[in-house]
């Protein structure tokens, strides 16, 4: 479990108006040190957002990597982002279909990885269905 805030809950606007009437936005700072400026500033805003934005318990499920991504998956994918970035960069004609063809190579990758890894885990549970 995990603690979190439930930041969708929070409504700026009702937390802008509650920040501009509390002590951080007064005139009274001036005569403050740093360190009481400091410790003002975390407990004005730990107490805002825990009355506009409470913490909840979360239940964190840690999913397992897929177990075909091996490492030419990986640089693959790298390649396919880089050549996105140089067509965003440059909006060149060249470069899309580039990036385009690295996709489709990228997906096919991906099926044949898939298929295999399953293919290999069915025919090794060949005579035990308990296991498959």
């Known amino acids: 479990m995990l603690q979190r805030r439930a930041w969708r809950r929070l409504s700026l606007d009702a937390f802008a108006s509650d920040l501009q009437i509390s002590a951080l936005c007064q005139d009274s700072l001036a005569d403050m040190s740093v360190n009481a400026m400091a410790s003002l500033y975390e407990s004005i805003l730990t107490g805002l957002l825990d009355h506009h ?46 990036w385009m063809v690295k996709c489709s190579e990228l997906r096919a990758l991906y099926e044949l990885k898939n298929s295999a890894y399953w293919q290999n885990e069915i025919a090794a549970c060949v005579g035990d269905s308990q296991k498959l």
């Open 53 to 98: 934005c409470p913490s909840v318990l979360v239940r964190h499920k840690v999913q397992p990597m897929t177990p075909w991504f091996d490492a030419e998956c990986r640089t693959t994918r790298r390649r396919v982002r880089a050549a996105e970035r140089r067509f965003k960069r440059t909006y060149l004609e060249t470069n899309r279909r580039e």
